[in-house]
Each structure stands twice: as C-alpha cells, then as structure tokens.
C-alpha cells in the first residue's frame, strides 16, 4: 500500500540556519505530493504541492521538488524564522483518490 | 478555502462513555473527511462522509465505534462510542471543496481515563 516515510524529530536549529526535512514515499503510478504544516494550537495548513515529477511547489520560502527517480519529496528552506517553528507533515494522495497518507510529522524548533 | 469549527476542542471522558465531535464548515461541501492522530503517530482517515450517502469506513474502523452524522453539506459529527484509554487521539476533521486541496479544522483533543 502507499505509505510516507519523514525524517525523525525534533528538529532543533538557529535562527536563519537551513532547514531540510526528508520525506520519501511509496505509492502506485504517479502521486500528488503535499507538504502541511501545523502550528501550535492551530489546524493543519497545506504549505505546498506539487503533482507530476520534477514539479517544484513553493511557499513562504519552503520548498519541494518531487523527485520520481528517489520516490522524494524533501522540504527545503533557506533561512528559517522563529516563527517557522511547528510540526511538518508530508502525504501522498493517488491519483483519482480523496485520501491522504501522511507520514509521521517532524517537529521544528527555532531558537532565536 | 474553508473555515472549519470543532466542537468541543478538547475533553477528557471516562472509560465505556461516547463523545460526539462536531465538525462545521462555513461554506457547501460534498466532500467531508475525519481523521485520527495518536500520539506521536501520523493522520490516519477514519471515514469519509457524503452528504445523503452513508460514510465509508477506512479498514480498521468500524461505524459501532465511530458512527459519523453528515445531515447537511455544512455539518458532520463524530462519534467515539464505549470509550477506552486506547481512543486518546486528537480527532480532526476536513473538507476538500470542488477544485480545491484539503482544508483541515483545529481538532479535538480527546483524553480517555
């Protein structure tokens, strides 16, 4: 079945350190891949997407490239903020299905 | 998009109870999702619910444990029936409106002694 596999966490950096959360999955045929994020005390948000290979979703200085060849779909940013500081979720949705899969969430601390 | 209420966002009950969750949306949508995050652990789809459909279970759950109302196309309830430690979960609920990804309420926090 398909299946998301993340980076363990926590997560701790510094401010304006880079930030790479890996997420590799499994799945049939071609996927759309997601990036959520969830700060505290509030619902998951979509962060980014991407939906076909090589596509690159991006989004408040996140992001992914969907990589067929490695089955990846790794968050990426450049110089992260305190207030980038949540939990991080990648999923998969097959193609014609409404479900989500979603791997286990990496939280990230920022310390100033 | 979509704003999505929870109710009640967090409870603690006692063994062998029910807790209804109320989910409500602030738009029409066909499309209603609730889903379960054990601790630690990920987002696992508990069911899907259709307006004027019954829902559809996902392997694992069962609709004696979690019958699921979805009267109209703004509202949906959950329910965890006969309630033991092991339910402890946040419960979430989304909605996926036409052309549109997933949009996901605040959750439920529940805590079962």
């Known amino acids: 079945g398909n299946s998301v596999t993340q980076m363990e966490g926590p997560v701790t950096l510094s401010e304006e350190a880079f930030l790479t959360i890996n997420c590799t999955y499994t799945?049939?045929?071609?996927?759309?891949l997601f990036w959520y994020v969830q700060y505290p005390g509030e619902g998951l948000q979509l962060l980014l997407k991407?939906?076909?290979?090589?596509d690159k979703g991006s989004n408040k200085g996140f992001e992914a490239t969907y990589r067929k060849e490695t089955t990846s779909f790794h968050l990426e940013k450049g110089s992260v903020q305190v207030s980038d500081s949540a939990v991080y979720f990648c999923?998969?949705?097959?193609?014609?299905?409404?479900?989500?899969?979603f791997g286990q969430g990496t939280r990230l601390t920022i310390n100033p | 998009s979509a704003v999505i209420s929870q109710k009640p966002s967090r409870d603690i009950c006692q063994r062998g109870t029910s807790l209804t969750i109320q989910c409500q949306v602030d738009s029409q949508v066909t499309m209603m999702f609730w889903y379960r995050q054990q601790p630690g652990q990920s987002l696992t789809l508990i069911a899907t619910?259709?307006?004027?459909?019954?829902?559809?279970?996902e392997s694992g759950f069962v609709i004696d444990k979690f019958p699921i109302s979805r009267p109209n196309l703004t509202f949906s309830t959950l329910t965890v029936s006969n309630m033991s430690p092991e339910d402890s979960s946040i419960y979430l609920c989304s909605v996926e409106p036409p052309g549109n990804e997933q949009f996901f309420g605040p959750g439920t926090r529940l805590t079962v002694l």
């Open positions: 619910a259709n307006q004027g459909s019954e829902a559809t279970y």
């Open positions: 999923a998969l949705r097959s193609r014609g299905a409404q479900k989500l899969v």
């Open positions: 799945a049939t045929g071609y996927p759309s």
């Open positions: 991407a939906t076909k290979a090589d």
